[in-house]
C-alpha cells in the first residue's frame, strides 16, 4: 500500500488497512484531518538495553519511537505499527524524544527531519552520543533527499522517502531490529567469551597477586570502570584494601546533566568535563557502609548521590555509578572475605544490570580462588618458617658454626642477585643455601670437638649433603632445595663429594652455595682455627676459581662482596675483617 502523503490516497490507504486488519474500528471513530504536503518522515534508533550474556535474553515486543510534529503521522505510524507487534510510543518533537528515550528504552527511533525545537538531524546526533545502539530511521519528502544521505552519513540506519508505502516502512523497521539482534548476539558471545577467560584465568591462579590483578582488569576493561578497589579481611575482623586501581583519562565524554528542554546547549561543560576527567581520583571507600550493606544485601548497584555513600566524605570526584560485589567463601557457612566496589566518575556512564552480574559472576569465582590462594600462602609461610627454624636449631647444635646458616643465605642471595637471577630463583636459593648443611642432623658427630676432624670423622660428615638430601626428598614443597643441598660439597674440576661432578654438571644452585659457605666457613672461627681475614679469604677463592669454583660465579661473587662490605661500611655496620 502506498502512502501518498497530502492526498487523499493517503487517508483511505488508512482506512482501508483498519478495514483489513480492525474491522471493529468505525471510520467514523476517525477525526477528520488535513494532510500536509510532503510530510519529513525520519526513523531514529532507540537507547540499547543492556545486553549481557549473563542476562537471560530479553522476550518483550520491540520497542520503536514515532517523532514527528504532525499528530496524524504520529497516529498513522503508531497505529500500523503497533498492529505489526511493536510496542510504539510517539513523540512531537526532538525535544519530547529525548526526554521519553531517559524514561524508556527504545529499539528503534522514526523521526521526521523538519520540527519545531530540534529537529531530525539533531536528534540523531545526539541520540548518536547518548545511546549508540539505538538504530534511527529518517522521514524524508522528496526535496530532501541530500538531507536524507547526510543523515545516513551522520549515522542513521536508512531513511524513506514519501510517498512511502507502510509495508517499506515496516520492512526498514524488521530489518532494523534483526541488525539490532544480531549485533547483540555476537556482543553476547564476546562477553560469553571474555568472561569464560577471565574465570579460566583465576581458577587456575594460585597467586593472590593474579587474582587480585585479574579481578582489577575485568573491571576496568569489561565494565569499563573508573575506579576499582578490593577489599579482604585481615582475620582479626577488619577489612583492608588490598589493591586499588585507576582508569587512565578517557577523552571522549558525555555531559554531565544534558537537559534536552534547557534553551541552549550547554554554556560550558566540555571544559568542565575535561577536568573531570583529568582530575586525580582522590574518593576512598568507606569500609563500615560497604559492610554494612553487604551484611543484609548483596546487590550493589547505585548511581549520583546514592553511589556516593559508599565513600567517605573528603575531595573525591562526584560519583555517577557504583557497582558492589561481595566475596565469600567457606562452604556451607560462607563468610565475608571482602568485596570489589567498582565506580564511575565519568558524567553519563551510568553501569547497568548486566555489568553488576558479570562483575559478581567474576567476585564469586574470584572470592573461592582468593581463599585458596591465601591458605597456599599461609601453608608457604608456614614451611618458611620450618626452615629457618630447623636451619637455626642446627647453628644451635655447633657454637662454632652459629649463625652460619643464615649468613651462608645472605651471601648466595646478594650473588643470585649479582647474577640477575629470576626472583623465584634468587628465593630458591636462599632457602637452599638455609637449609645447606640440614643433612648434618644425620651425623652423629660432635662438632664442637676441638682440632682437626680425624678421617673417620670426615667420612662421616661427607654423608651430610646425602642426608640432607633424604630429609627433603619427601617433601614436595622442599624437592626444589634439593640440588643446592646434595650438591655444594662438589667441585667445578669434579674432585667434590658426594657425586664427583664437574663443570656445569653441577646445578648452579649448587655452585652459588659453595661459594657462598665457603666464604662465610673462612671468615668465621672454627674449633680448629681462627677466622681469617676477608683479603685472605678473597685470595683463597681467587686462587680456587676454575678448580674448586665455577670461575665466574667466584668472580661475580667477589665483586658483590665487595659492594655489599662497601655499603656495610657506609652505614657503620660491623663486616668480618
Ligand atoms: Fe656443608
Known amino acids: 500500500m502506498t502512502v501518498t502523503a497530502g492526498t487523499a490516497v493517503y487517508w483511505r490507504s488508512l482506512l482501508d488497512h483498519h478495514a483489513r486488519e480492525s474491522p471493529n474500528l468505525m471510520r467514523d471513530d476517525l477525526p477528520p484531518i488535513l494532510i500536509p504536503d510532503a510530510p519529513t518522515i525520519t526513523v531514529v534508533s532507540a537507547p540499547a538495553r543492556a545486553s549481557f550474556s549473563i542476562l537471560p535474553p530479553v522476550q518483550e515486543r520491540p520497542r520503536v519511537l514515532v517523532v514527528d510534529d504532525e499528530k496524524f503521522i504520529r497516529d498513522i505510524l503508531a497505529d500500523f505499527l503497533g498492529m505489526e507487534g511493536y510496542e510504539v510510543r510517539t513523540a512531537e518533537d526532538g525535544v ?40 534511527t530511521v529518517i522521514m524524508t519528502g522528496f526535496g530532501t533527499v541530500e538531507t536524507a544521505i547526510d543523515a ?34 555476537n556482543l553476547r558471545l564476546r562477553e560469553a567469551v571474555s568472561l569464560y577467560k577471565v574465570s579460566e584465568a583465576i581458577a587456575a591462579s594460585l597467586s593472590l597477586d593474579e587474582v587480585m590483578a585479574t579481578v582489577c582488569d575485568t573491571a576496568l576493561h569489561e565494565i569499563r570502570a573508573d575506579f576499582v578497589s578490593t577489599w579482604l579481611d585481615d582475620g582479626e575482623g577488619s577489612y583492608f584494601e588490598r589493591n586499588r586501581v585507576v ?20 554554556p560550558e561543560p566540555a571544559h568542565n568535563n575535561d577536568e573531570a ?34 565513600f567517605k566524605e573528603g575531595p573525591g570526584r562526584p560519583t555517577q555509578s557504583v557497582i558492589g560485589v561481595p566475596l565469600r567463601a567457606g562452604g556451607a557457612a560462607p563468610r565475608l572475605i571482602g568485596w570489589i566496589l567498582a565506580a564511575s566518575f565519568t558524567p553519563g556512564r551510568r553501569f547497568d544490570e548486566g555489568q553488576r552480574k558479570l562483575l559478581s559472576i567474576v567476585g564469586s569465582r574470584a572470592a573461592a580462588a582468593i581463599d585458596n ?13 620450618t626452615i629457618q627454624g630447623l636451619a637455626r636449631a642446627l647453628d644451635r647444635l655447633d657454637r662454632y658454626t652459629s649463625g652460619h646458616s643464615d649468613r651462608v643465605a645472605m651471601y648466595a642471595t646478594m650473588l643470585a642477585i649479582k647474577l640477575a637471577l629470576p626472583p623465584e630463583l634468587v628465593e630458591i ?21 676441638p682440632g682437626k676432624l680425624t ?28 640440588p643446592g643441598v646434595h650438591l655444594h660439597h662438589e667441585r667445578w674440576d669434579g674432585k667434590g663429594y658426594p657425586l664427583g661432578l664437574g663443570g656445569n654438571d653441577i646445578p648452579l644452585i649448587a655452585r652459588i652455595v659453595a661459594v657462598a659457605d665457603t666464604y662465610d666457613a673462612m671468615t668465621s672461627d672454627r674449633a680448629y682455627r681462627r677466622a681469617l681475614p676477608h683479603e685472605v679469604t678473597v685470595a683463597e677463592i681467587e686462587r680456587c676459581s676454575g ?31
Open 96 to 135: 519530547a524524544a529525548l526526554h521519553e528515550m531517559q524514561r524508556h528504552p527504545y529499539d528503534v527511533v522514526i523521526s521526521d527531519l523538519k520540527m519545531p525545537k530540534m529537529g531530525g538531524i539533531e536528534l540523531l546526533d545526539e541520540i548518536a552520543r547518548r545511546t549508540p545502539n539505538v538504530l
Open 152 to 185: 545516513m552519513k551522520r549515522g542513521a540506519y536508512d531513511y524513506v522517502l514519501k510517498p512511502f508505502k507502510v509495508e517499506e516502512v515496516v520492512h526498514i523497521i524488521q530489518r532494523a531490529l534483526e541488525k539490532q539482534r544480531l549485533s547483540a548476539e
Open 247 to 266: 582508569a587512565p583519562p578517557r577523552t571522549s565524554v558525555l555531559p554531565a546533566a544534558f537537559d534536552p528542554l534547557a534553551p541552549e546547549p550547554k
Open 277 to 310: 576527567t583529568t582530575q586525580p581520583i582522590l574518593n576512598e571507600v568507606d569500609p563500615e557502609v560497604m559492610r554494612a550493606h553487604l551484611a543484609i544485601d548483596s546487590m550493589l548497584l547505585e548511581h549520583g548521590q546514592r553511589g556516593q555513600r559508599f
Open 373 to 385: 590462594a591465601r591458605l597456599y600462602e599461609d601453608l608457604k609461610a608456614t614451611f618458611k618458617q
Open 429 to 449: 636459593v636462599r632457602q637452599s643455601a638455609l637449609m645447606h648443611d640440614i643433612g648434618k642432623i644425620g651425623c652423629v658427630l660432635n662438632l664442637n670437638k
Open 455 to 482: 678421617n673417620e670423622d670426615y667420612e662421616a660428615f661427607k654423608r651430610h649433603p646425602a642426608y640432607g638430601r633424604d630429609i627433603l626428598e619427601p617433601i614436595k614443597f622442599l624437592q626444589p632445595l634439593i
Open 547 to 577: 678448580t674448586q669454583f665455577d670461575r665466574s660465579v667466584a668472580e661475580t661473587f667477589l665483586e658483590a662482596i665487595e659492594e655489599f662490605r662497601a655499603q656495610k661500611m657506609a652505614t657503620g655496620e660491623t663486616i668480618p675483617e
